[in-house]
């Protein structure tokens, strides 16, 4: 069964900083992985998607990366905002099966400070 | 276009009540699910229908009905409520059907019913 862990649950961090957000998964033979945000009683929101034959994804001053064979993936926020203060998720999507489902991890928390 | 909609935004119930959470999407998706998500953990799926007409188990199915109503509404009943279901209840929807999803199929997910059994 597919496990996905992303440490740390939560980060505060000062505007301005680069960072990173980890996400590791327990079985390589994936589909595609996606980060999303999630905001305080709201839903999810795409942020990437990396398909597994792809190496990256870009967008804005987002930048998600994929390493199947060691079972990770990171997402970079380059030059952080206030308003990036959101928990993130990272889902993986199975590649064996008829039921290509997602598998969440339970989130980062970050905070970016004023 | 109003993307996915849930109905109600909270909710609370007494043990042993029922209720029907409702789901609709405008976006002329296939798939439709239902997630929950509780404290420290993941989104975790409970059914999902990959086209109009057809449902099936997630991971935690156990104390669920669905209905998919047709290719827009899919809804979450709840037949006699325990404390245990507690949670933040998620529906989402994507373009095609889950078994034959393309590396770049994405869900697109409502705000949340938010579920207190006491």
């Known amino acids: 069964k597919q496990e996905v862990t992303q440490i740390p649950a939560a980060l505060s961090v000062p505007e301005g900083e680069n960072l990173v957000l980890n996400c590791s998964f327990t079985?390589?033979?994936?589909?595609?992985l996606q980060w999303f945000r999630q905001d305080p009683g709201k839903g999810l929101t795409s942020l990437l998607l990396?398909?597994?034959?792809?190496r990256e994804q870009t967008s804005g001053r987002l930048n998600a990366s994929l390493d199947k064979s060691s079972g990770r993936s990171t997402l970079y926020i380059a030059a952080s905002q206030p308003g990036d203060s959101a928990t993130y998720l990272c889902?993986?999507?199975?590649?064996?099966?008829?039921?290509?489902?997602?598998?969440f991890g339970s989130g980062t928390q970050l905070t970016v400070l004023p | 276009n109003a993307g996915v909609t849930q109905t109600p935004k909270f909710q609370v119930l007494k043990t042993g009540q029922s209720m029907t959470l409702q789901c609709a999407q405008d976006?002329?998706?296939?798939?439709m699910y239902w997630y929950r998500q509780d404290p420290g953990m993941g989104l975790r799926l409970i059914y999902y229908?990959?086209?109009?007409?057809?449902?099936d188990k997630g991971e935690v199915p156990n104390g669920y009905n669905v209905s998919r109503l047709n290719k827009r509404e899919f809804s979450l009943r709840l037949e006699s409520a325990a404390p245990s279901q507690t949670s933040v209840y998620f529906c989402?929807?994507?373009?095609?059907?889950?078994?034959?999803?393309?590396?770049?199929?994405?869900?697109?997910f409502g705000p949340g019913t938010r579920l207190t059994v006491l």
């Open positions: 989402a929807s994507s373009p095609t059907s889950s078994a034959w999803a393309t590396s770049t199929d994405t869900q697109y």
């Open positions: 079985d390589s033979a994936i589909y595609n």
């Open positions: 990396i398909q597994s034959s792809q």
């Open positions: 889902a993986v999507r199975q590649g064996s099966g008829s039921a290509r489902q997602l598998t």
């Open positions: 976006m002329n998706h296939n798939s």
């Open positions: 229908s990959a086209s109009e007409g057809t449902t």
